[in-house]
């Protein structure tokens, strides 16, 4: 075993990407919108759902025939539409305006997770986002060497959370940060 104590695999170099196993029909679909157009060999649909869709999500027709999957999702939030990349044999001109398209109604999200929480949530805090913790400045107050950085941190970003994987020297533990 290497620096960290975890194993890496027989080869040394981390997992090995494996084809995707073919995933059967969903057991529930649910209608996400209307089919619109084709759109350099795509198909472009109006979403109909109070939910959006997951990318990649796969999309089907109403007897669970595969059609492609979401490539985009544009346009206004409240009135939003999909980009549909077809299966290999699939023609995106087959369908017909108006044609209802379903999906695996696990691969939806609420409209909610999209859009900036109100005012008056319940949930405050700091949180843990850029500069939100405490500053990188000079160092105010006692002693005559105020703002002077001495000792084994010299030379280094001051503060913050650089030796621990979240600055912006990559991190990460025992790599030589």
Do not use: W
Request: proline content about 6%; charged content about 35%.
């Amino acid at each position: 075993m290497g620096k960290g104590g975890k194993s890496k695999g027989k080869d040394g170099k981390g997992k090995g990407k494996r084809a995707p196993e073919p995933e059967g029909p969903p057991d529930e679909i649910e209608e996400i919108g209307e089919f619109l157009h084709s759109c350099e060999d795509e198909m472009i649909f109006k979403c109909t759902n109070s939910r959006v869709p997951h990318f990649n999500a796969r999309i089907f027709l109403e007897n669970k025939e595969e059609l492609g999957k979401i490539d985009e999702i544009f346009g206004p939030i409240n009135s939003f539409c999909c980009s549909v990349k077809p299966f290999e044999g699939i023609k995106p001109d087959s369908l017909k305006k108006g044609k209802k398209l379903y999906i695996d109604n696990q691969k939806l999200l609420p409209m909610s997770r999209f859009l900036t929480p109100e005012k008056g949530t319940g949930k405050g805090g700091k949180g843990k986002g850029k500069d939100k913790g405490k500053g990188k400045g000079k160092v105010k107050g006692k002693g005559k060497d105020k703002g002077k950085s001495f000792g084994k941190d010299k030379g280094k970003s001051g503060g913050g959370f650089a030796g621990r994987g979240g600055g912006d020297k990559g991190g990460g533990r025992g790599r030589g940060s």
